[in-house]
């Protein structure tokens, strides 16, 4: 499995450039490589960006408590840490919707296929057998990646929150601005605490999903 990934990875790279997902398709699957394992790639390749996702959440948080505090002359220097903190966590976002969007693309390809097929069959028992696995496999994917939009819809109202606070400590930081924000954290520490849970669970979801199409 490892050395056919590698293999699919350096075809994909070298398909690229023709735009068209089926001569990837194709190509891949001369290769061994099916829509069914790309899918689990790309489940594998978000589930990792939310793992990332999920730590730089979870630094920009403490990066935040660590300036609340500061006293006196590791003032900037520890914004600065907040920021790229925060910066670095805007970045993980994109990472995460850029892969939610390539597993959509590759279970629509793949099920739309498995669709098709059915009308190949010429034993009804067989039809129906692979009819029964294929509104399995999308009754466990739309789970999964329902699990996985609700943890990202939730990022975006904390990452707010943090470059908020970010812009406003930009031109007042100072003790008394930065002493201002500090009856926030109860309210942060909520929001991120149901954030990460969100995100573990989505986790969770995609290792389910993967054991299950392996």
Same mark, same amino acid.
């Given at each position: 499995m490892p050395f056919r990934r590698f293999a699919a990875c350096c075809l994909l790279l070298l398909l690229l450039l023709s735009g068209c997902a089926s001569v990837q398709y194709s190509a891949l699957e001369k290769v061994g490589v099916y829509k069914r394992d790309i899918l689990v790639d790309r489940v594998e390749d978000a589930q990792q960006a939310q793992r990332v996702a999920k730590d730089e959440v979870t630094s920009a948080y403490e990066q935040f408590k660590s300036l609340l505090g500061v006293d006196g002359g590791d003032l900037e220097r520890t914004y600065n840490k907040l920021k790229s903190a925060v910066d670095d966590t805007r970045d993980s976002v994109r990472n995460v919707d850029d892969r939610i969007a390539a597993i959509e693309r590759v279970a629509g390809d793949l099920f739309a296929e498995w669709r098709d097929e059915l009308k190949q069959y010429s034993s009804d028992s067989l039809?129906?057998?692979? %009819? $029964?696995? *294929?509104? @399995?496999? $999308?009754?466990?994917? $739309?789970?999964?990646?329902?699990?996985?939009?609700?943890?990202?819809?939730?990022? @975006?109202? =904390? *990452? $707010? =929150?943090? %470059? @908020?606070? =970010? *812009?406003?400590?930009?031109?007042?930081l100072n003790a008394r601005a930065v002493s201002a924000l500090k009856n926030e954290v109860g309210g942060i520490e909520g929001k991120v605490d149901v954030l990460i849970r969100d995100m573990e669970a989505a986790i969770a979801e995609a290792d389910q999903f993967i054991r299950a199409m392996q």
């Open positions: 039809r129906r057998s692979s %009819e $029964q696995k *294929l509104r @399995d496999t $999308q009754a466990r994917y $739309q789970t999964m990646l329902k699990s996985m939009q609700t943890a990202r819809a939730r990022i @975006d109202p =904390v *990452l $707010q =929150v943090f %470059e @908020d606070r =970010v *812009l406003f400590l930009k031109h007042n």
